[in-house]
């Protein structure tokens, strides 16, 4: 019950089989602002709360139907761009798992962006563990014991290092990296909230309580 529908749902699979991305906000018809999500089955965790926020303020949020885009040739960075011109968008946000895009696939998107004069914003990954987190919870519970070892923000930032460094090098001015280890980890990262709830459905996707951490980071990109 932690979860939201997958991607853009199966009706526009039907109705538009082709259709690279799907309109999440349709009763907002003069948006202030058209923002499109980019990535694989992480930014599917973080969807229904960056649709919350992009409410709130009169944004019209696209999401990408494909859980590949610019992971593979059949999503390029050519086709994405293309599908944001066509819908206007002036903001791209991308969000993936540790090392899933590649960093020539973010050059691309960055390098085409500037042409098309659309802002892109990069939500660094956020951690991931080395096991199932509600199942792990349960077991602590019923046994007792402490099963998941401690990880701390050096242990992300040791983990991450490469792409992290990449983004953090790119210097674009319609470009930024957005950090989001400081939300989970401080100094040691957490796995469910104050009352017990998990923020990861597994090892490594948010529940909606977990992507709930990130409004802020959603607000600050919205709102520049």
């Known amino acids: 019950s932690d979860r939201t529908t997958y991607r853009c749902g199966k009706l526009i699979r039907v109705l538009e089989p082709t259709a690279l991305s799907c309109d999440l906000t349709p009763n907002i018809n003069n948006p202030k602002q058209r923002v499109m999500l980019v990535g694989n089955s992480h930014s599917d965790s973080i969807k229904a709360t960056f649709l919350e926020r992009a409410q709130l303020v009169s944004s019209k949020l696209f999401f990408m139907v494909p859980n590949d885009p610019l992971m593979t040739d059949s999503v390029s960075a050519k086709d994405v761009i293309d599908d ?4 206007k968008v002036n903001k791209l946000v991308l969000h993936y798992k540790s090392f899933s895009i590649s960093n ?6 960055v390098s085409l962006s500037e042409k098309a004069n659309i802002k892109v914003f990069f939500i660094e990954p956020v951690p991931i563990w080395s096991i199932n987190i509600p199942g792990a919870m349960y077991q602590n519970f019923i046994e007792g014991a402490q099963t998941i070892e401690k990880m701390t923000n050096l242990d992300y930032a040791n983990y991450n290092l490469k792409q992290l460094d990449f983004v953090r090098s790119i210097e674009s001015k319609n470009f930024t ?7 989970f980890c401080n100094p040691e990262c957490e796995y469910s909230n104050n009352n017990g709830a998990p923020l990861y459905f597994d090892s490594h996707h948010l529940t909606i309580t ?7 980071v959603f607000d600050n990109i919205l709102l520049k």
């Not at 944001?84 to 819908?87: C, E, P, R, T, Y």
């Open 84 to 87: 944001a011109v066509s819908k």
């Open 104 to 109: 020539g696939a973010i050059f691309d998107i």
């Open 177 to 183: 990296t957005v950090s989001v280890v400081e939300y």
């Open 210 to 216: 977990g992507s709930s951490r990130l409004r802020s």
